[in-house]
């Protein structure tokens, strides 16, 4: 028989049935904790030719809450310049699809709500978000457990190993990466992805009505809502420049529009420069080149004494 002891104090001992709740009550409190959902949304990007990045992030976070993430455990940054910009025909509101009417088309921006903008929106504060460090982020931050599972959407322009905030402040992904781990003790961090070059897709080939569920039906595009005025991801700034010109006619904007096609002009030509150099022969061909390591590193010297 005997007694149980709780420090000093002697115990009656306990009979098998009210072991067994005993146990149950352990086993329950064991298996009761439930895994939450997190969500931080980042749109690495400013002005208004960049409109798109801060319409998905919005878009984003309406997906989220529809699919029931509840809005306390969603954090957003983005510069929140668009929606009021002097540049938006329909100030105070964000669209991120095309829809055939203003009728039809749904205002993401309108409750969709922003916890850090402006110049609130750097590397610094967003790995302080990550790791939950709201003394140094001086807003909302991840408060996640080990078990939960955090959904991180970066909508911005990319480069071979490289993101960039709005600031003009670059950080590479295995910079970023290398951080977020050596910061992280409580759980895993693990990063995936395909490395690679993309091709002449344009726009409108990932823009289309959804189905069933909302499910895009592929190759579906309405023919009433695929725009002639889609462009390349990688020319909408000359776009917005030459639409801007054109709309106002003035020297301001001509030479904004003259600034963006000699940068380009001589973006190209450094390029086949540095193509005919390492291949030992001139082509206009389009390498597809397969990243690696190795490549990434010989890259960034040459950016950086191309730059020093």
Known sequence: QGRFFSGFAAVPPLSPAIMLKLVASVLGLATSVVAEEWAVLVAGSNGFYNYRHQADVCHAYHVLVARGLAPERIITMMYDDVAHSVHNPFKGKLYNYPWA???QAKDVYAGCK???SGNDVTPAKFLS???GDAAVAGGRVLNSKASDHVFINFVDHGAVGLIAFPDGSKETFDEQFESVKRLTNKSHVTRYGQVGAFGPERISQFEGPTGIGGQVRVGSLDSSLAHESAVDSRHIRLEYLRLRYERTGSDEDAAHLQDEIRAREEAA???RALADTLSGEASDATVV???????????EAVVAGLCA
């Open 129 to 131: 978000v990550l790791t």
């Open 269 to 271: 030509t450094l390029s």
């Open 114 to 116: 922003v916890d850090y």
């Open 289 to 299: 080149v397969a990243w690696t390591s190795e490549r990434l590193a010989c890259h």
């Open 101 to 103: 009417s203003l009728d």
